[in-house]
């Protein structure tokens, strides 16, 4: 069983700019709630017992706007407001689920992972990437059953415009599951349109081997100097190990661009 997740909130978040000069992307507002508030709901209804948020020093908001104990319990003593205490007591929940790791350096989302080595008990976890927000359906949840079924790796994956290839990574299929999984031959990371073997994309959910952390370990740098954890991948696909992709039900929203953090404020109120 899945109990275990983790978060990469280290990163800059410079496509985000000017939001994020002095504030955490993640925690930004999308209709009224922080962005990392709806992954965190996504997690508690999969079952996810217990969280490891991968902040730095940067990024110590995070962790403030979880432990802002003394501040709710001065104000719930002056103002008996029902809402605040809600408010404060579903923080409350939250904390009691999340531990914090460090990565100082954004030396890409592979050597983030790596630091959580020593808190992953299970023989997989959960990864999510906060930037990728997925309604209507729980994503994680029927990944979750995806894994318990087939007891391999599962990563989300959906159909994009083959013109923007180049911001994701790209895998190619080797064989058809069912309607919605898929087993992958091969994944690269932002691959040139010429190079792109399909136009179906690895969104940022990830049940991944606790074998991972060993090919982490000993991984160069790839594309732009960073750490991938695609290419991980690549080399766990090398050493047998099956991943699928999984076609979610869910709508995808971007929340890492400024276009896509509009347009996904706006989606939310829709609904
Ligand atoms: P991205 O590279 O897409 O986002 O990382 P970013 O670096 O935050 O933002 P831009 O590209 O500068 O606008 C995907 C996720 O991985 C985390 C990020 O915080 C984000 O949630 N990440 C990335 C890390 O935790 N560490 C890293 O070294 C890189």
Redesign the pocket.
């Known amino acids: 069983m899945i109990k275990q997740a983790i978060?990469?909130?280290?990163?800059?978040?410079?496509?985000?700019?000017p939001l994020?000069s002095v504030f955490a992307?993640?925690l930004l507002p999308i209709n009224g709630k922080p962005g990392i508030e709806y992954i965190l709901d996504e997690c508690i209804e999969a079952g996810i017992k217990e969280v490891v948020f991968?902040?730095?020093k940067k990024?110590e908001m995070i962790r403030k706007y979880f432990y802002n104990d003394r501040f709710y319990k001065k104000i719930l003593k002056k103002k008996k407001d029902l809402r605040i205490k809600e408010e404060y007591k579903k923080i409350l929940k939250y904390k009691k689920m999340i531990k914090f790791v460090y990565?100082n350096?954004?030396?890409?989302?592979?050597?983030?992972v790596l630091k959580t080595k020593r808190f992953i008990k299970g023989k997989y976890f959960l990864m999510l990437?906060?930037?990728d927000l997925i309604i209507k359906q729980n994503c994680s949840k029927s990944m979750i059953k995806v894994h318990n079924q087939y007891k391999s790796s599962v990563m989300a994956s959906m159909n994009v415009a083959k013109k923007t290839v180049t911001r994701w990574g790209i895998y190619k299929l080797k064989k058809k599951l069912n309607k919605k999984n898929y087993l992958v031959e091969k994944v690269i990371e932002k691959p040139s349109i010429k190079k792109a073997p399909s136009n179906k994309a690895v969104i940022?959910r990830y049940i991944l081997p606790k074998t991972i952390f060993s090919v982490l370990s000993k991984q160069k740098p790839g594309k732009g100097g960073?750490?991938h954890i695609t290419d991980s991948i690549q080399s766990l696909i090398n050493n047998s190990e099956s991943f699928i992709a999984h076609n979610f039900s869910g709508k995808y929203l971007d929340c890492?661009?400024m276009q896509g953090y509009i347009k996904s404020t706006l989606e939310i109120a829709k609904i």
Do not use: M, N
């Open positions: 978060i990469p909130l280290a990163g800059l978040g410079t496509r985000l700019l994020t992307k993640e991968i902040i730095s990024k990565q350096k954004p030396l890409g989302t592979g050597d983030a990437l906060p930037d940022g960073e750490i890492g661009s």
